[in-house]
C-alpha cells in the first residue's frame, strides 16, 4: 500500500493523497513567513528598545530577580546569565543580526534555532510584558525549527545543488498548522461559555473598552450592525477554524483571506500588540500552489506579470552571485537528510507530546469538570513551559470581552509637602488622564504590565512584590529628576463600566476606585495620601 511520509513515520495512503495535500505547505510560502519572521523580530526588538531601562535593566521595574519569580520553573533566558545593561543591549543587537541571517536564509534552520532562543530569552527576561502574541510568536517559531524555511529564496538554496521542492508535508507541517488551528479552535470553545458572542453584543463592547482600542474604533460605532454581524461571524469561524487544515484550492484561500481580514481589521482598531501580524504570519502557510498560480494570473491579467518578472530575475541573478561568496556549510543546505535523522524524529516527536497532547489530556479534563485545583508544590512539571512551548489557555477576550476600562492614579506626597500624581505626572485628581484611556501607556507593553501588577497585588499572591519595585523606582526617579524626595505612594486603580458606543466617559458615581498598594519611600512609613472623595 502506498503510504504519506511522516518524518519516519507512515501513514495509509487516503483516497487521492488527500490527507497529504492538506498537510502541504508550499516552499514559497515558506520562505515568506520565514522573511516575514524575521522581520517581526527585528520590529519587536526596536518597539522594546523604546522601553529599554525601564522594563530591561536592573535600573528598571523588572530587575532580573523578579523576572525569574514570574518565569516559569527552570525557565531559560541568556538575559539570566547577565545583569549589565550593556551587555544586554548587546544581546538585543545579536538576536537583530540573528534575525537578518534568517531573513536572507544564511544557515536557516541555525538562524532559526538561535532566534527561537533569543526570543524565549527575552520574553523569560520580563515575563510581565508579554502577551498571547509572543506566545504565538515562540510556538510558530520553535515548529519552524523543523522546517525547511531555507528552501528557496535564500542564500542556502544557492548553496544547494538539488533542485528545491515545491512543498514539504510531514509531521512537523501538521504541527505548525495544527498551531493555529488548536489556538484559534480552543478560543472558540471559551466564547461558547458567554451569550454575547452569539448575540452579536461581543464586538461592540470590545470596540467601546477606550482602554484598548485606538485609531479606526471610534469610527466602528457608526455601523452597529456591521459590528455585531462581523463579530457573530469570527465566533462561527474560530469553531470552524480545524477547516483551513481540510480546505483545498480556492476554498482554502477565502478561508486564509477571512482569516486575515478580521486580524488586519483588529491591528487598526485595538492596542493588543503584534498578535494580528504574527497570526497573520501563521496564515501564510496555510496558502498552496493554488494561491501562487492564482496570483501569476492576475499579475499576467493586469501586464504586471513580465515586467515584474524581469525584475526578480535581475535580482536572482545578482543576488545568486553575492549568496556565492558567503560559505557553505552542510547542516543547513542539507535539510532533506537532516529531516531523515532519528534526533529530528524523536526529538519532534516529544516536542508534540509535550506541547500538544498533555495540554489536550489537561484541556479535557478541565472542560469534563475534573477538580484541577493542585497545589503547585503537587504538580508535575511540563518541560514545554521551561522552553516556552506550553499551549496557554488562549481567552483572548473570552469568554466575553472586557466590562470595565481601568486608568491608574498614584497620589503621592512630596518632602514639600505637595501631593502629586507621579504616573500621569499631573496634579492630584481621580478624572481621566486622557479622553482615550489607551493613551495613558507610552506602550502597550506597558498596559500588560500594569495589569498583571495590580491583579496580582490585589489577589494577594506570592509575585506581588512587582508593586514594591515599580513604587520604589518612582520614589527614585521622582528624585533625580526634579531633585525632591518623595515621602509615601499610594496606587489607585479607577475601575469604570464600559459603555456601548459612549463618546463620554460613565458619571462619576459609576467609577469604583480602588487602592491597591500603599508604599514609603525610603523606610518611610507608608499611609493613604489625600483618598478620593466616596458619596455616602
Same mark, same amino acid.
Given at each position: ?25 508550499? %516552499? ?32 528598571? &521595574? ?5 523576572? /525569574? ?5 527552570? =525557565? ?105 488551528? &488548536?489556538?484559534?479552535? &480552543?478560543?472558540?470553545?471559551?466564547? %461558547? ?21 485606538? +485609531? ?7 455601523? !452597529? ?6 463579530? /457573530? ?42 498578535? !494580528?501580524?504574527? =497570526?497573520?504570519?501563521?496564515? +501564510? ?118 466590562? %470595565? ?5 498614584? !497620589?503621592?506626597?512630596? =518632602? ?36 498583571? &501588577? ?36 499610594? /496606587? ?45
Amino acid at each position: 500500500m502506498s503510504r504519506i511520509s511522516l518524518g519516519s513515520f507512515t501513514l495509509p495512503k487516503w483516497r487521492n493523497n488527500y490527507l497529504k495535500r492538506c498537510l502541504r505547505i508550499d %516552499t514559497r510560502s515558506l520562505a515568506v513567513f520565514r522573511v516575514f519572521v524575521g522581520l517581526l523580530i527585528i520590529a519587536d526588538l526596536f518597539l522594546r528598545a523604546r522601553n529599554f531601562t525601564f522594563f530591561y535593566t536592573e535600573e528598571g &521595574v523588572v530587575p532580573q530577580s523578579l523576572a /525569574m519569580e514570574w518565569a516559569p520553573e527552570y =525557565a531559560f533566558s541568556f538575559y539570566y546569565l547577565t545583569s549589565d545593561p550593556n551587555i544586554i543591549a548587546g544581546l538585543f543587537v545579536v538576536q537583530g543580526l540573528i534575525a537578518v541571517q534568517l531573513i536572507v536564509g544564511y544557515e536557516t534552520r541555525v538562524a532559526t534555532l538561535v532566534s527561537f532562543l533569543f526570543v524565549l530569552s527575552l520574553d523569560h527576561h520580563n515575563p510581565l510584558v508579554t502577551s498571547y502574541a509572543d506566545t504565538l510568536f515562540r510556538l510558530l517559531l520553535f515548529w519552524a525549527i523543523f522546517l525547511p524555511l531555507g528552501e528557496r529564496w535564500s542564500i542556502d538554496a544557492v548553496h544547494t545543488d538539488a533542485q528545491p521542492r515545491t512543498y514539504v508535508a510531514n509531521l512537523a507541517t501538521l504541527a505548525i498548522l495544527m498551531q493555529m488551528i &488548536v489556538m484559534y479552535f &480552543v478560543n472558540g470553545f471559551h466564547k %461558547t461559555q458567554s451569550d454575547v458572542w452569539r448575540t452579536g453584543e461581543a464586538t461592540p463592547l470590545i470596540m467601546s473598552a477606550d482602554d484598548i482600542t485606538f +485609531l479606526f474604533a471610534e469610527y466602528a460605532h457608526i455601523f !452597529p450592525t456591521l459590528l455585531e454581524l462581523g463579530g /457573530m461571524m469570527w465566533y462561527y469561524m474560530l469553531l470552524l477554524s480545524f477547516l483551513l487544515f481540510f480546505f483545498q484550492g480556492r476554498l482554502r484561500i477565502l478561508g486564509v483571506a477571512m482569516f486575515f481580514g478580521v486580524h488586519a481589521a483588529f491591528a487598526v482598531t485595538v492596542r493588543i500588540g503584534a498578535f !494580528p501580524y504574527v =497570526a497573520m504570519a501563521g496564515l +501564510l502557510l496555510f496558502l498552496q500552489a493554488q494561491f501562487w498560480e492564482d496570483g501569476k494570473t492576475v499579475l499576467e491579467y493586469v501586464n504586471v506579470y513580465d515586467p515584474l518578472a524581469n525584475v526578480l530575475s535581475e535580482l536572482e541573478r545578482r543576488g545568486t552571485a553575492i549568496a556565492r561568496s558567503f560559505p557553505a556549510f552542510n547542516f543547513s543546505t542539507n535539510p532533506r537528510s537532516f529531516e531523515k535523522t532519528n534526533v529530528y524524529v524523536v526529538v519532534l516527536c516529544v516536542a508534540i507530546v509535550f506541547s500538544f497532547i498533555l495540554p489536550l489530556i489537561s484541556f479535557s479534563a478541565t472542560a469534563g469538570g475534573i477538580d484541577d485545583d493542585l497545589d503547585p508544590d503537587e504538580r508535575i512539571h511540563n518541560p514545554a513551559e521551561s522552553l516556552g512551548i506550553a499551549q496557554p489557555e488562549w481567552t483572548i477576550f473570552a469568554p466575553s470581552p472586557q466590562t %470595565t476600562s481601568w486608568y491608574y492614579v498614584f !497620589p503621592a506626597e512630596t =518632602a514639600d509637602g505637595e501631593v502629586v500624581d507621579v504616573y500621569n505626572d499631573r496634579e492630584l485628581t481621580y478624572e481621566r488622564p486622557h479622553d482615550e484611556l489607551q493613551k495613558q501607556y507610552d506602550t502597550y507593553r506597558e498596559r500588560f504590565y500594569m495589569h498583571r &501588577v495590580i491583579r496580582v497585588e490585589m489577589a494577594d499572591d506570592d509575585k506581588s512584590g512587582a508593586s514594591v519595585v515599580l513604587a520604589d523606582y518612582l520614589c527614585t526617579e521622582w528624585e533625580e529628576e526634579r531633585g525632591t524626595e518623595l515621602e509615601r505612594i499610594n /496606587m489607585y486603580a479607577v475601575v469604570e463600566p464600559v459603555t456601548l458606543g459612549a463618546d463620554d466617559p460613565p458619571p462619576e458615581h459609576e467609577r469604583d476606585i480602588v487602592l491597591f498598594y500603599a508604599f514609603g519611600c525610603d523606610g518611610n512609613e507608608p499611609r493613604e495620601i489625600a483618598p478620593p472623595e466616596t458619596e455616602e
